[in-house]
């Protein structure tokens, strides 16, 4: 090692798609951008942990600094031209992005105005839910109308967010675009929470019940066979059309009564035979039609 460094991510569009960057330096590189423009600065290779084979696509990819983000490094040769690092550096940043200036994110974009003068750790990881996923499962929240039995309805409402996260149990992970994966191990309030940036997410909580909601369509295929058990009730509401397809044979048992009510027509087509079995008599009620 040549000298270690500070230094500040400038560019991360790396034309060899390695996962390199283009980072300022502090002491070896000037601020002055008429000096020493950002294309002017050599790439930084990513030291990746062991748990990335760092071959063959094995592992997780080396990407995470963005444009403004703090790192440190070293230089492997004297001329100070082949950098790499192995971390990044959080703070409170407290001024907005100056891009024509070095040791600031040239788009002008991180940090973002909104996270100025707060720590950079994730605010779901400080118990900070405040314009976060949190809110908008609390905004998005649903009430349905379910079967009670007798052709009666109840309401029952999405259950809400066991949210409860304190510092520094809550392992966050945050993407660029909004997507976000916690694992929360908070005592009392260990929750596994994943959450795509549309509102579409799942979520463990602390006694084991699941939360999922699709806020677009669902789609699920199985190659094998597939069981579904099921201790309790299930609820089934549709809102739209239903359709129940069987390639082969179909078996249902019910072990208590069976109520059927169909507001429209009721249409049964069978190619063979059909048969009804009754142990205590069978009644039909049908209004008297004048064919005449």
Not at 59 to 86: A, C, I, M
Not at 96 to 121: K, R
């Amino acid at each position: 090692m040549y000298g270690m460094f500070q230094g500040v991510v400038e560019n991360r569009n790396d034309p060899e798609k390695l996962g390199r960057v283009k980072v300022r330096c502090l002491g070896f590189h000037t601020a002055n951008k008429q000096e020493l423009p950002t294309e002017d600065l050599p790439w930084c290779h990513p030291i990746q942990p062991i748990t990335s084979a760092a071959m063959n696509g094995i592992g997780s990819t080396p990407l995470g600094p963005v444009e403004g983000t703090w790192v440190v490094g070293f230089f492997r040769d004297s001329e100070h031209q082949k950098p790499y690092f192995f971390g990044t550096i959080g703070g409170v940043p407290q001024t907005p992005a100056t891009p024509d200036i070095g040791f600031s994110d040239p788009n002008g974009t991180y940090p973002l105005p909104e996270f100025l003068g707060e720590p950079s750790t994730n605010r779901l990881a400080r118990n900070d839910g405040e314009d976060t996923i949190v809110n908008s499962k609390i905004e998005g929240i649903e009430t349905v109308l379910v079967p009670n039995g007798s052709f009666t309805f109840i309401p029952l409402m999405e259950p809400t967010s066991e949210y409860d996260a304190q510092y520094p149990f809550n392992h966050v992970y945050q993407s660029e675009s909004g997507h976000v994966f916690e694992v929360d191990d908070t005592p009392g309030a260990e929750r596994i929470s994943r959450n795509h940036r549309t509102g579409t997410f799942e979520e463990i909580h602390p006694n084991g019940e699941r939360v999922m909601k699709i806020v677009n369509n669902n789609y699920t295929a199985v190659a094998g066979n597939d069981t579904l058990y099921v201790k309790g009730d299930v609820s089934v509401v549709c809102e739209g059309n239903l359709r129940l397809r069987v390639d082969g044979d179909a078996y249902i048992e019910t072990q208590g009564k069976v109520d059927h009510q169909v507001v429209g027509s009721y249409t049964l087509n069978a190619s063979g035979p059909i048969e009804i079995n009754s142990g205590n008599g069978i009644k039909m009620l049908a209004p008297r039609i004048d064919l005449n």
